[in-house]
């Protein structure tokens, strides 16, 4: 089974407006982190936001915030106020168990945002 | 801060010879690296991970001889493909965990392989 699920491959949003990309995870593990990454075109992976499984509030870095949903297994990404830079590829990605240095994330299939002017 | 860097960025290879990758974090000691295959148009593959000092873990799947991991030191991991064939034709991206934040991987701008 798929432990990260994102299930719309591509999206539109017009410039200026706000879009959620969503994301649901799989894990029977209490201890968890979620994780958002942005891919533009020349393919560096840059860190956007992180949720751990304890954390009451919902993370929010400048234009992105984090729904989360722990009942739902769903970590949906929201960019407020989207600006043509924000066009590139989305994962999601999910760390299982206590923080330590060796633990691998798990990452979803992508979806693609493409703002439009 | 959490800057990762890899080198080069590019590599255009004949089949048959080897090439070594670069993962360096700047400003910050990573314990953990790891090292990902990403191909067109899809998600990333984790192919090892990388702690300082040891050996590298492999994911089922990828040969430990055909991919050769050194994590020589906390702030440098490198993946040699030996023998490249055509098809190691990839994008190859690392990351660290590791200084202020040990919860997040901070990823390398990644290099493309291709392999004629």
């Known amino acids: 089974a798929q432990k990260i699920t994102q299930t719309q491959p591509g999206m539109f949003v017009q410039e200026k407006e706000a879009v959620t990309l969503d994301c649901t995870y799989d894990?029977?593990?209490?201890?968890?982190?979620l994780f958002w990454y942005k891919q533009p075109s020349s393919g560096e992976m840059i860190f956007l936001i992180y949720?751990?499984?304890?954390?009451?509030q919902n993370a929010t870095e400048g234009r992105y915030s984090l729904n989360f949903q722990k009942a739902r297994k769903s970590a949906n990404l929201v960019i407020s106020a989207s600006q043509l830079g924000d066009s590139a590829m989305y994962f999601c990605?999910?760390?299982?168990?206590?923080?330590?240095?060796?633990?691998?994330?798990?990452f979803g299939p992508g979806t693609r945002l493409s703002v439009l002017p | 801060g959490a800057v990762v860097s890899q080198h080069p960025s590019r590599v255009i290879c004949k089949s048959g010879t080897s090439v070594k990758i670069e993962c360096r974090s700047l400003?910050?000691?990573?314990?953990?690296m790891f090292w990902y295959r990403q191909f067109p148009k899809q998600s990333l593959m984790l192919m090892a991970t990388?702690?300082?000092?040891?050996?590298?873990?492999?994911e089922q799947g990828v040969e430990k001889d055909k991919f050769l991991i050194n994590h020589a030191s906390l702030t440098l991991s490198t993946l040699t493909v030996t023998s490249a064939h055509p098809e190691d034709s990839s994008f190859y991206i690392c990351?660290?965990?590791?200084?202020?934040?040990?919860?997040?991987?901070?990823f390398g701008p990644g290099t493309r392989l291709l392999v004629l």
């Open positions: 990351s660290a965990v590791g200084g202020h934040n040990r919860e997040t991987q901070y």
């Open positions: 894990t029977s593990d209490p201890s968890y982190g």
């Open positions: 949720q751990g499984s304890y954390d009451q």
């Open positions: 990605a999910m760390r299982e168990g206590r923080m330590n240095y060796g633990q691998n994330f798990v």
């Open positions: 400003d910050f000691q990573a314990t953990t």
């Open positions: 990388s702690n300082e000092g040891s050996k590298a873990t492999y």
